[in-house]
């Protein structure tokens, strides 16, 4: 039975909106998906659907077996007609973040950026070469002729980044997380013969990774614990520096 009205302005909603813009997709059927190897993501997204849209039943719904789940096509033709959301290859349409999250506050802003972290983001931890910091990188169609791809490279034109990665980029500046350039770094050929580019942001220093894990953090524990040795090691480093 159908949880009517659906209501998306709140954390389960962003959620949702993050993972179908993340390691999720609606295909060109408009049957939303949802691929990730962790068990834990994977059933908090079914829990997030479920909480939004009701009970979801079916074996391709097997957050505990499988490492893609399919939600109905239902689903997906609400996300597509009601909410605006592409369809198809992301890559292709460069999607952004739906207005209503960018103007939800706080709380729906961060579980957003969690549920995109946990799929697309990373913890660089070398403390040998003091690397401490959290990436988050993302993919796009490049729409330039052959002879600008270098020039596109060299001086990071963020006039073709994606839409989603400069969307982010803003809702972290706007809970005090300060981020690096995007840097784009990779243009490479797909297997259809269209050129992408991979664009990446960056979060480092004491004070902005401090926000990232107060405001954003991980749900993942592995990701969580990495993301705290590396913030902890700050305090090796400034004690060094003082003796």
């Known amino acids: 039975k159908p949880k009517l009205p659906f209501n998306f302005k709140n954390k389960e ?8 813009l993340g390691d999720g997709g609606i295909d060109i059927r408009k049957m939303p998906n949802y691929h990730n190897k962790s ?4 059933k908090k997204v079914y829990n997030a659907f479920s909480d939004i849209f009701g009970k979801i039943k079916g074996n391709s719904k097997n957050h505990n077996k499988l490492e893609q789940i399919y939600l109905p096509k239902i689903i997906g033709i609400i996300l597509v007609h009601c909410l605006g959301m592409g369809y198809g290859r992301k890559t292709e349409f460069n999607p952004g973040i739906p207005e ?3 103007e939800s506050g706080k709380d729906i802003n ?3 950026l969690q549920q995109m972290y946990d799929d697309e983001g990373y913890v660089d931890y070398n403390k040998s070469l003091s690397r401490r910091g959290v990436g988050i990188k ?3 169609s490049l729409k330039a002729e052959l002879e600008y791809h270098n020039k596109i490279k060299e001086t990071h034109d963020e006039r073709y980044a994606p839409t989603l990665i400069k969307d982010i980029k803003d809702i972290l500046n706007s809970l005090n997380i300060e981020t690096s350039k ?20 960056y979060i480092n220093k004491k004070h902005n990774l401090k926000n990232f894990i107060e405001n954003v953090n991980f749900s993942l524990k592995r990701k969580q614990l990495r993301l705290l040795r590396a913030f902890n090691t700050f305090h090796d480093y400034e004690k060094s520096k003082k003796e």
């Open 13 to 20: 909603g962003a959620t949702v909106i993050a993972a179908i």
């Open 39 to 42: 068990r834990v993501l994977r």
């Open 100 to 102: 209503f999250i960018k």
């Open 110 to 112: 961060s579980a957003f």
């Open 138 to 140: 993302l993919a796009n």
């Open 182 to 201: 995007l840097i784009c770094t990779e243009i490479y050929k797909t297997k259809v013969g269209v050129y992408n580019t991979k664009w990446s942001t």
